[in-house]
């Protein structure tokens, strides 16, 4: 069993020592390490050659959420498993990937995807987001979870995870038409084919963002575009109005214990984001140049 890595960086330098410590502490190394770097601007590229990775370079307006990772999939063609990760996710102990690439020990596991600790010090808004979103216990989702889960049923993130290549391919692989969330259509697809999604809560990696109001509703912006572009996800799984509202009775419960003066934050940003959301569904009445002001990932409206 071929075991890889695959990383995409962009101006990465500041982060990548932490993060190659980490790795280089791991229980499992695995036996392929690429990195496919958007032509940054500092050492990225030495760094992670030095490190023992091939390097592969890419023109940085040739990114692509997941036309980039299925550079990555055709590069590791004797692959069987493949792990992703993203420059700013650190393995949080020295067994992450091994537990991660254990899930794949039932053949009908197609995909993995590990849990996300806050970055130390993240503020409390974005440490119940990773909390909610990513429990404490592991759990194996199948097709016939949607009639429970609903839109949860397709959550992974490629920030961690790892995939059977081989039946990441029969389902065509990471697609380079989406905005955003090639791991949510992948695992739609692989759970429709009657695979399984594997979440391994003790795979663990520390990754957080701190979003301004800003950032929130142009990242929900490009969520609303993946779905108006793809009812197929929401039409087979649901939409996600109800995990929504469990979403933000939590976050207040959570706030209310820890900081209430976090409160009017936390509904403002929840307005942005359903705003935000809303208005990506509509984003075929919009002009272009107003979506290209709206959204997170600018380049994609270049293409």
Known sequence: MITALCIPT???QKGAEKLLASLARQTVRPDRFIVIDSSSGDATAKIFRDAGATVEIIDRREFNHGGTRQLGVRMLSDADLIVFLTQDAVPADTMALERLLGCFEDQQVAAGYGRQLP?????????????????????????????SLGIKTVFISNSFAAYRRSDLLEVGGFPD?????????????LLQAGKKIAYCAEARVFHSHNYTFSEEFRRYFDTGVLHAREPWIREKFGGAGGEGWRYLKSEMRYLLGRNPLLLPSAIIRTALKLAG???????RRLPLRLKRRLSMFRFFWRA
């Not at 038409?177 to 697809?189: F, M, N, P, Q, S």
């Not at 959301?277 to 984003?283: A, D, H, K």
């Open 119 to 147: 970055h130390p010090g993240a503020g409390p808004i974005e440490a119940h987001a990773r909390l909610f979103n990513y429990p404490g216990e592991s759990r194996t989702k199948t097709w016939m979870d949607r009639e």
């Open 177 to 189: 038409h989406l905005i955003l969330g090639e791991d949510t259509y992948v695992a739609a697809k």
């Open 10 to 12: 962009l101006d990465a």
């Open 277 to 283: 959301f809303r208005l990506g569904l509509q984003e």
